[in-house]
């Protein structure tokens, strides 16, 4: 994460980076449905949801790259891009870990990031400055973990598919997980030296 505030290029709301990010926004609850459909009673569509989720990953690449090229950042972008990617890493944690793909204790660790990155959001708006921004090494723990999540989703059945899938998603995993923690315990330092220098200046 970075601290840093980036020029907005645009006030605009309608751009097309804005609307690749609000589609991934509306298909938050329908990939957390089609996941869960099996744990109510109705069919597996776990091949609908692999399509969602593979959407939301192109998209999630695109926004960012069309906004930057075609001068469209918007201070409503740098809120859509990483809000959409929070929920859906929440709402695959919680797809994955009722159907007991995922472990709990992945999820909790995770879960754990998130919400010291919450506390770090609230002590950098006491001191006046911006949401951060998601930087190169938290764009790559993310893509790791969009990687990671349709894999283990795909491991839930039966064959070589379901094998090689196994190991490469657990892979993608553990690769997000630290990258995750990693990004946080940086974002955690220089909100750390932030305040200090206020406090000096003060």
């Avoid at 993310?142 to 598919?161: E, H, I, K, R, V």
């Amino acid at each position: 994460m970075e601290v840093q505030e980036t020029r907005v290029q645009t006030d605009r709301v309608l751009t097309i980076p804005n609307i690749l990010s609000m589609a991934r926004l509306v298909g938050v609850p329908v990939f957390l449905w089609l996941i869960l459909r099996p744990e109510f009673g109705g069919p597996k569509s776990d091949g609908w949801a692999l399509l969602v989720l593979m959407f939301s990953g192109v998209s999630d690449y695109l926004d960012g790259k069309l906004a930057r090229r075609w001068n469209q950042i918007s201070s409503l972008g740098r809120l859509l891009d990483p809000a959409a990617d929070r929920l859906y890493i929440l709402s695959t944690l919680v797809g994955l870990t009722w159907r007991e793909i995922l472990p709990l204790w992945l999820t909790l660790t995770l879960l754990a990031r998130e919400l010291m990155l919450l506390v770090m959001v609230g002590i950098l708006r006491r001191h006046g400055y911006p949401p951060p921004q998601v930087n190169f090494l938290g764009k790559a723990a993310t893509f790791n973990l969009m990687y990671a999540f349709p894999l283990l989703l795909l491991s839930d059945g039966g064959g070589w598919l379901a094998e090689v899938a196994t190991v490469f998603g657990w892979a993608f995993a553990g690769w997000g997980t630290t990258l995750y923690w990693w990004a946080g315990i940086l974002y955690v330092v220089q909100v750390r030296r932030l305040v200090k220098a206020d406090a000096v200046a003060d």
